[in-house]
């Protein structure tokens, strides 16, 4: 008889009475922690075969054990096979199957070993599996960005400080600032991984063990870049999943940023772009709406994500050394924050791909507000002025174009040459979104030129 079958009945022979019903659902995980079991069934599989080696358990335990976990792989898999409340996490469900399948075998696995580190080591393996995936989603959202960026290295648009007119800036330009912000989350879910990738199994319950482990073997077993080298540390510091809902959070709000632009962008007021039908909703009332749902539920999500930044956080604070049941409470937070990213990465890919642009319409926005004031200053600079005197003159131009609601570049060469005797006929070339772009030909500049090698560079690097 498998003594974890009589689990409900109470723990071991100390406890005189089972739980009640609302306590084992209380306390019980399995509901959320058996998406990790094929993680638990690596660990398990790489902790027996070391054991076996260490001469702790035999080579026929071995083979029962390996036997036994492909077949429990296989009914899980197939959705054959039967989680049990009672059994209360992924780990005691597992293992308890196991034993019903191979018997003794089954219940030496735990040998050396506590569900402290075991489940330690689960989270990291599953999340270092998430990151992995998260990594090419990244990089392939760059490479949707830079696709539209490069449709749009020329195309002219307003660029707003304090959502104002500022200067004229492409959108190819715009976009590579997103191209920009999601490489640095990349770079940063990279090094979360070296944290992550930490064996903590050896810590057993938290001193260690009293069995001749090979820790280093377990570690190579399961890809692991070392192991963790405090036993009291390696069960109780949850730092790498709330580091991880961090970095998560930085994505999540880049996405954020961005999906405010994609809804202000597709406004009326706006027009400068359309989102593809598939990605918009109706009303259920006004039949002429379209809205941009995606966009505003990934702004929304982003609050979720970060909310679980703050709830892993204030997991930790109080937790005194080692283990505490508290640690339970991680797992939901980093699930979601890991799905949410994910399936928000993927969906914006796609979205991105599909956004067709109004570049009259962007144009048009850049005309209206004196975007090129700054090409005047600069223009008149360049004619020997200090900038401060120039930025003034410019301010006395710019008032008289309001005044006769004309562009800068509208106004005649006479009317011009009386704010200052240095203008010439060529002021017109400086006055132009395409002189204003062209001039802009700095390393990181939005200059068209500057663009195209960004484009170019960044394709290299994704490639
Ligand atoms: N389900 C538990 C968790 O998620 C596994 C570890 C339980 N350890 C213990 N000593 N009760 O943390």
Known sequence: MNPLDKKSEGWSALFSEPMSELVQRYTASVGF?????????????????MLAAQKVISGEDLAAIEKGLAQVAQEIESGQFQWKLEL???????????????????????????????????????????????????AALQK?????????????????THLQVAQPVTFGHHLLAYVEMFQRDAERMADVRKRVNRLPLGAAALAGTSYPLDREMVAKALGMDGICR????????????????AAASLAMVHISRLSEELVLWMSQNFGFIRIADRFTTGSSIMPQKKNPDVAELARGKTGRVAGHLMGLLMLMKGQPLAYNKDNQEDKEPLFDAADTLRDTLRIFTEMMGGITVNAQAMEQAALKGYATATDLADYLVKKGLPFRDAHDTVAQAVKAA???NVDLSELPLTVLQQFHPAIGKDVYDALSL????????????TAPAQVRAEIARHRQRLS
């Open 33 to 49: 922690d058996k998406r990790m079991w094929r993680a638990d069934i690596d660990g398990s599989l790489a902790h027996a075969r």
């Open 88 to 138: 209360e996490d992924v780990h005691l469900n597992v293992e308890a199957r196991l034993t019903q399948l191979v018997g003794d075998a089954g219940k030496r696995l735990h040998t050396g070993r506590s569900r402290n580190d075991q489940v330690a080591t689960d989270i990291r393996l599953w999340l270092r599996g998430e990151i992995d995936t998260i990594a090419t989603l990244l």
């Open 144 to 160: 949707s960005l830079l696709e539209l960026a490069d449709k749009h290295a020329d195309t002219v648009m307003p660029g707003f």
């Open 230 to 245: 405090n036993s009291l540390d390696a069960v109780s510091d949850r730092d790498f999943a709330i580091e991880f809902t």
């Open 402 to 404: 309001v005044s006769h």
């Open 434 to 445: 395409r002189g204003s772009l062209d001039a802009r030909n700095v390393a990181g500049g």
